[in-house]
């Protein structure tokens, strides 16, 4: 069965400083990876896909296939930042299966 | 463009009671979920479309829930009766085809409180 895990509830850091958000995941199989992201007030919102290697504000993933991770690095926090992030993944290409979610806070 | 709308924002119902809610997704996208997040969890999916045809509802407790996607299009989600830990967010998304090859775009989300 598929599984994501993202370790922490809450992570803060303050303004400039990096930040890792954890996700962990279990899976035979290949499946592809996402981080969506929630700021307040505002909808869900695809914020990158590990199949697109790409760099969304300043945040990037790796797919770590050995240690099944796909953890979300940014070098310098922004307080915009500050929002909840979820790891999701699929196998099919259709439903996507989301872990608890982490909430970032970023201080000045 | 216009995004994925939801109606309403927020229901109170006292258990027993049912309710439904409502999703227009975005125009032309034949993919459309329905996905409950209780706090503190991530969102889990419900049901799946593919215009109007059931991709998948393993997850949907039948006893009590009910979906349907009139004309591949609105598509209705309904909670008879409904018990307090129905109590949750209820997303509605929309994709082109499928949240791999394009990216799949989420509603503000219906508010349900069950007393």
């Known amino acids: 069965a598929q599984r994501v895990t993202q370790p922490e509830k809450l992570l803060s850091v303050f303004k400039g400083a990096p930040v890792e958000l954890k996700c962990n995941y279990s899976?035979?199989?290949?499946?592809?990876l996402f981080w969506y992201v929630q700021y307040s007030r505002q909808r869900l919102q695809l914020l990158l896909r590990?199949?697109s290697r790409e760099s969304i504000k300043g945040f990037t993933a790796d797919l770590n296939k050995g240690e099944t991770s796909f953890h979300l690095k940014k070098p310098f926090a922004q307080e915009e930042d500050s929002a909840m992030y979820y790891c999701?993944?699929?196998?099919?290409?259709?439903?996507?299966?989301f872990g608890k979610g982490t909430s970032l806070l970023v201080t000045p | 463009e216009a995004g994925v709308a939801q109606s309403p924002r927020y229901k109170i119902i006292e258990k027993r009671q049912s309710v439904a809610f409502w999703c227009n997704p975005i125009?032309?996208?034949?993919?459309l979920y329905w996905y409950q997040q209780i706090l503190g969890q991530g969102p889990k999916l419900l049901i799946q479309?593919?215009?109007?045809?059931?991709?998948?509802d393993s997850q949907l407790p039948k006893d009590r829930f009910s979906a349907e996607r009139l004309k591949g299009v609105d598509s209705t989600l309904k909670i008879q009766p409904a018990k307090l830990e129905d109590s949750a967010v209820y997303l509605c998304?929309?994709?082109?085809?499928?949240?791999?090859?394009?990216?799949?775009?989420f509603g503000q989300g219906t508010r349900l409180t069950v007393v």
């Open positions: 998304a929309s994709s082109l085809s499928g949240f791999l090859r394009t990216e799949a775009f």
């Open positions: 125009s032309g996208h034949a993919t």
């Open positions: 899976y035979s199989g290949s499946p592809e």
């Open positions: 479309f593919q215009n109007n045809g059931v991709v998948d």
């Open positions: 999701a993944l699929t196998d099919s290409g259709y439903a996507l299966n």
């Open positions: 590990h199949i």
